[in-house]
């Protein structure tokens, strides 16, 4: 209810990126990838349809498929292709966290290199 309004687009900011962590992406992909991108949206998703969904199970053995499932497609959908996507509320606040942190993360990068 309520508090999966508020959980879901919470733990999308957090899981949007899991992704680009190389150790996540080689035990999602099975395969070693080295440094890259490498379409993280879509390993964050399969992420948390794979990994959290089995951990979350082992923890209290309960499957809540329907909020990992809506939190898997927001998160696989933080960079839609299509615009319509971003008329979805969870999308739209993972969309929003992903600018804002991607300027922080600018701005701290300008400060590093006028200190240099």
Same mark, same amino acid.
């Given at each position: 209810g309520r508090a999966?309004?508020?959980?879901i687009p919470l733990l999308g900011c957090l899981f949007h990126d899991f992704g680009k #962590?190389?150790? /996540?992406?080689?035990?999602?992909?099975g395969v070693q990838t080295g440094k890259g991108y490498r379409a993280h949206a879509e390993?964050? #998703?399969?992420? /948390?349809?794979d990994i959290l969904s089995l951990k979350y199970h082992n923890l209290v053995n309960e499957d809540p498929i329907?909020?990992? #499932?809506s939190l898997a497609y927001a998160v696989g959908n933080h960079h839609p292709q299509q615009r319509k996507q971003t008329n979805d509320t969870v999308i739209s606040i993972i969309i929003e966290a992903d600018f804002k942190a991607r300027k922080n993360e600018y701005n701290m990068l300008q400060k590093r290199l006028k200190n240099n």
């Open positions: 999966m309004q508020i959980a #962590s190389t150790k /996540i992406r080689d035990e999602i992909l390993v964050s #998703s399969l992420y /948390i349809k329907e909020t990992l #499932s």
